[in-house]
Nanobody, 119 residues
């Protein structure tokens, strides 16, 4: 079964760090575009990053705090989040865009992992 599962969320104090993982099963992430998204309480879902094997783009407001990496051997991608602030609180999701899709789009989504930044 095609599946994406996020993990690594939790409660962290402001200024702390979390490392989220997105593990794929049922398909291979190689050459897929992987996106990270979040949805804060009462807000619309927003994009965090979009990455391929060779490149990664982080939204401007999160550059320097959030970075992505890919571990193809484990069929997983990661989101490193540093210097967290309460406004980072929300459900974090990963999504995969298959290669060669027409039109391109995120066909596979995980269920999300909760991140709470609070004192």
């Amino acid at each position: 079964q095609v599946q994406l599962v996020e993990s690594g969320g939790g409660l962290v104090q402001p200024g702390g760090s979390l490392r989220l993982s997105c593990a794929a099963s049922g398909f291979t992430l190689d050459y897929y575009i992987i996106g990270w998204f979040r949805q804060a309480p009462g807000k619309e879902r927003e994009e965090i990053s979009c990455s391929s094997n060779s490149d990664s783009k982080i939204v401007e407001s999160m550059k320097g705090r959030f970075t992505t990496s890919r571990d193809n051997a484990k069929n997983a991608v990661h989101l490193q989040m540093d210097n967290l602030v309460p406004e980072d609180t929300g459900v974090y999701l990963c999504a995969a865009d298959p290669p060669g899709g027409r039109p391109p789009g995120y066909d596979y989504w995980g269920q999300g992992t909760q991140v709470t930044v609070s004192s």
